[in-house]
């Protein structure tokens, strides 16, 4: 039987859902990073699709992935609620990102020639500019790219693949959030990127490194301010 003119062909359908669940669920993990909803939290279907603007459907998905990445739990009578998440589970998170990003470094230290230097130099400049007129929405969107720069010249694309996937526990949108971070960002990029110029790879990687540690570091403290731990717990 033929669709109705008025529908769209099941593919592009499919299509739509899922890319609405996949948003559902990166607004879901940046309620969680952010502190916004706590462990134990339920986390009502309803609710959530009025608050997206969305069905229902997409959101169930959306919470069903979110459960297999160990996100949330679905407990009987209760539903979906925050899954439990320690100081170790996001110092755990930085770690993992901060190993690959290091190995990425590495690769694409020998491989950066003069335009790849150009580039990133144009983008430590854009946010530099970004952090003066407190745009911390551009620093992110140039961090992004400073980082895709590097990686891809890395030439690594499976590698840079488990890196987005480590990633994306930390919702772009989130690092602008933290008062430290633009400052430690010019910084710590103004660092890796001297180590680039000068072809040392193994000091670009350690930088990288380092980078990343502490942009977790500052994540767990704005998660303490926010309640979610008390400052002295070691590992949640």
Known sequence: MALPASLP?????LGTRLQLS????ARIRELIMDGRVRPGDRLRLERLAVEFGISVTPV????K?????????????????VAP???????????????IAAELTARAAPRIGPAVLRELDVLQHAMERARAARRPDLMEDRN???HREINLTAASPKLAWSLGTAARYVPRGLYGRLADWPGLAVHDHARILAAL?????????????????RAGELLVAHLERRGLWRPDTRDG
Request: avoid cysteine; hydrophobic fraction near 45%.
């Open 9 to 13: 062909p099941p593919r592009q359908v």
């Open 22 to 25: 996949d948003e559902a669920a």
């Open 60 to 63: 169930r998905e959306a919470l």
């Open 65 to 81: 992935s979110l459960r297999s990445e160990g996100f949330v739990m679905l407990e009987p009578r209760r539903g979906f609620v």
């Open 85 to 99: 998440l320690s100081k170790r589970d996001v110092q755990d998170l930085f770690w993992v990102q901060a190993g």
């Open 144 to 146: 992004h790219l400073f």
């Open 197 to 213: 110029r000068d072809g040392d790879a193994p000091a670009a990687a350690r930088e990288m490194r380092g980078h990343i540690v």
